[in-house]
């Protein structure tokens, strides 16, 4: 239930937004508005001011602004007020209003947060430095292995991890070109960026990667508090920090539990540094429950976490910050769409009303409000430019008619624009369901029991 009542909160919002802009463009024009509401089908409740009857409908999955002479098939008529009966030029602004309204929402909601908060884990948008590759894995058929840095990843040229993350997205069950440097040579390959559990439960680890978190060795904060645990049977003390594991370097505890899935359970040779003391332990480590259903190898002890990067800035700089942010994610939206219509990205990858309300969900648990302002965003630029596709119905739909009939200087047929608007419809209609379809068919009862 929470999980409903976040959802419908943040796509009311969304959709709050994106009607007000159609309507005060609406307003400013002198277009009647006769319907402004959140949510499709039944009205619930709402009141009537003016011409405008502002409501709350029973299917919080969206919402329109319904103004006077906009339904194809409606009679038309000489009333000023009616959209039909304003220049060209006013339409494609209304149309406009409600995508430009969400990039202002999107670029609003960062400016907030790089003003007053913004943390963001060091390691994402430095060097691809790697510190562990799990064994038998699609990284570790390439040859590259701990200590070496990855230099090109698909298209980009030296890439941050947060780049190899989303060129990996991008790519998914696709090889694409590779390079790294080990011991100063450098190796041009590929690498098959596999999936086998599907987008939605890929990760970097899938890969085989574990990226260099920071430059210190991992440090234990505390013990698990269970005295039969290794870390505890073998005396480990909060502040030990683990030099080496089995004379490797690793710096995250991801990277302990990577080296210690691939020894599957063998005794482990810690060098730790107590104060400034050398001591050699030997830990055996034991099978744990990672909270999803799966087992790994832990010690059983928490680590320091890796440094953070926090920034609060000034209100000019915040805004600069936001736009950057905001051009990244439209850039990355477009190009999922492009490869979708290129079949280089599976359509499974897209999340309906389910997927978004898990996500949302996750954001919220998460500490701090980035990830929840920043999924909030995201949301915000996908419903400006979802909207934006040349479709009917939809907003992109209504401009590139009006562009159609600028060209030719006369209306398109209205029986054959009522035909257009049907069909468009009932397309509308089975993408919404092949997408919750698609939602449901990834919830966990089901994964489960796929072979």
Known sequence: MSTVIQLAIVLGIMVLVHEFGHFAVAKLCKVRVEVFSIGFGTRLF???????????????????????????????????GELENHPRWQRVLIALAGPFANFLLAIALMTGVYMIHNEVRAFLNGPAHVDYVSLNTPAAHT????????????????????????????????SIAFSYIHDGQRTNTKLFVEAKG???????????????????????????????????????QPGDKIVTLDGLHL???????????????????????????????????VLGDAGDGTKYYQFGFLAVQPPVTVQRL??????????????????????????????????????????????????????G????IGLMAYISLNLGIFNLLPIPILDGGMILFLIIESIIRRDVNQQLKERVYQVAFVCIILFAAFVIFNDITKLSIFTKVKP
Not at 199 to 223: A, H, K, W, Y
């Open 143 to 174: 040859g590259i292995r701990g200590g070496d840095t990855i230099v090109h990843y698909d298209t980009i040229e030296n890439p941050t991890w947060d780049q190899v993350a989303v060129r990996s997205m991008l790519n998914l069950n696709q």
């Open 369 to 372: 409000w980035m990830p929840i």
């Open 314 to 367: 000034p209100f000019d700089k915040a805004v600069v910050a936001s736009w950057q942010f905001n051009k990244k994610g439209s850039l990355l939206i477009v190009e999922v769409l492009k490869r979708m219509f290129t079949r280089q990205v599976s359509v499974r990858s897209l999340s309906g009303p389910i997927g978004i309300g898990q996500q949302i969900h996750e954001a919220v648990d998460m500490p």
């Open 198 to 236: 599907g987008p939605e439960n890929f990760t970097l680890d899938t890969l085989g990667f574990v990226p260099i978190m920071q430059d210190t060795p991992v440090q234990v904060r505390s013990l698990a508090g269970e005295e039969n645990l290794p870390a505890a049977r073998a005396g480990l």
């Open 251 to 285: 710096h995250s505890v991801d990277a302990l539990h990577a080296y210690l899935q691939d020894e599957a359970g063998k005794p482990v040779a810690l060098v730790i540094d107590r104060h400034g003391a050398t001591l050699t332990v030997t830990l055996n480590p």
């Open 46 to 80: 709402g009141f009537k001011r003016g011409d405008t009857d502002y409501r709350l409908s029973l299917l919080p999955l969206g919402g329109y602004v319904k103004m006077a002479g906009e339904m194809p098939g409606e009679a038309k008529s000489d009333d000023p």
